[in-house]
């Protein structure tokens, strides 16, 4: 009997809940891996599906969009679609789609995990006990920086921003924000206020990046933006890699123009600037602001639920434009 599902290409295995659904409705090119494929792979699977659900680690570009032609969505399984380039998309009537809102709270938790663990050396405590040398209980012991009361700069207000926000409450922080326009009042507690780049920079005691990686954010934060951070001040980067200069950042951290950072994302993934892993006022994890079981299962049910709907010949529910 000839098989009338439509076909998918999914670049990376996905949590099983989401395989099972997978496997029931589509025929797969082929049963994914858990590693990146390699470019020449990705493309050839793209070109022979109908639908696809890819990963921020797949570099879709212009050629590789023109080239599959029998395409009519690209599911990107993450709320950030840097990877694929969207005006080729648009130009070709591909639907580009992400996921956001169902990983918006894992990522805020992420966010003040890393947080908490850089001002409090959570990681160095860890490494102590495991390495044998723990003598016991000191005054002066891995001695950290209060987060409470403190002043929290957020830079980017949207969904993840805000929830990152919301959690300061718990910790008596105000919150400073940066966005080009300041959010409407009534879309804000009245306890965060707006302030220009250089001023959240220089007034905050932590700094915490939720801006998308564009031409206009890359490099938001370099050696002169550092400089204006106090000497005492922590910068945490749950967002994108590129929206630090990071050379500029193991320059600022071995001066101590900033007292630490908090890396979930790197400029180069997964290569880390060499200087880092020595620096033992950096948390460095390995981009996990998603990864709680509940959070992947339900972006792998968007995608689905974007790809139903445009093979469907509706309007894609996350459809990025
Ligand atoms: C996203 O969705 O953009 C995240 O970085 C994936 O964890």
């Given at each position: 009997m000839t098989d009338i599902r439509p076909i998918l290409y999914l670049s990376r295995l996905l949590p099983d809940p989401v395989?099972?659904?997978?496997?029931?409705?589509?025929?797969?090119?082929?049963?994914?891996?858990d590693t990146l494929p390699a470019p020449s792979v990705l493309r050839?699977?793209?070109?022979?599906?109908?639908?696809?659900?890819?990963t921020l680690g797949d570099r879709i570009d212009a050629e590789t969009?023109?080239?599959?032609?029998?395409?009519?969505?690209?599911?990107?399984?993450?709320?950030?679609?840097?990877?694929?380039?969207?005006?080729?998309?648009?130009?070709?009537?591909?639907t580009v789609t992400n996921t956001p809102d169902v990983l918006t709270d894992a990522t805020a938790d992420l966010t003040w995990a890393l947080l908490l663990a850089t001002a409090r050396r959570v990681v160095e405590g860890d490494a102590l006990i495991r390495s044998g040398r723990w003598t016991g209980w000191s005054p002066t012991q891995l001695l950290g920086a209060d987060v409470s009361g403190k002043t929290l700069g957020i830079i980017g207000m949207g969904r993840i921003g805000q929830a990152v926000a919301r959690r300061a409450v718990g910790f008596r922080m105000p919150v400073r924000y940066h966005t080009r326009q300041p959010l409407a009042t009534s879309s804000l507690s009245r306890e965060w206020e707006h302030r220009s780049l250089r001023d959240l920079l220089g007034e905050a005691d932590v700094v915490t990046i939720h801006v998308p990686l564009t031409p206009a954010t890359q490099h938001l934060i370099g050696a002169r933006e550092l400089a204006w951070m106090r000497p005492t001040a922590y910068l945490i980067n749950t967002a994108r890699g590129p929206i630090i200069d990071e050379w500029a950042l193991a320059d600022a951290l071995k001066l101590g123009i900033i007292a630490g950072?908090?890396?979930?994302?790197?400029?180069?993934?997964?290569?880390i600037h060499s200087a880092m892993a020595q620096l033992k006022q950096v948390v460095l994890l390995p981009h996990l602001g998603s990864a709680t079981l509940h959070a992947r299962v339900q972006m792998g049910l968007v995608c689905l639920e974007n790809i139903h709907a445009v093979l469907d010949g509706r309007p894609a529910p996350n459809h990025v434009h």
């Open positions: 395989m099972a659904i997978v496997r029931e409705r589509f025929q797969l090119v082929q049963y994914p891996h050839e699977g793209l070109c022979q599906a109908d639908a696809a659900i890819v969009i023109h080239a599959a032609t029998r395409l009519k969505i690209l599911a990107n399984y993450a709320v950030g679609h840097n990877n694929i380039d969207l005006a080729a998309a648009r130009q070709r009537g591909l950072a908090g890396l979930d994302v790197y400029e180069r993934e997964p290569a």
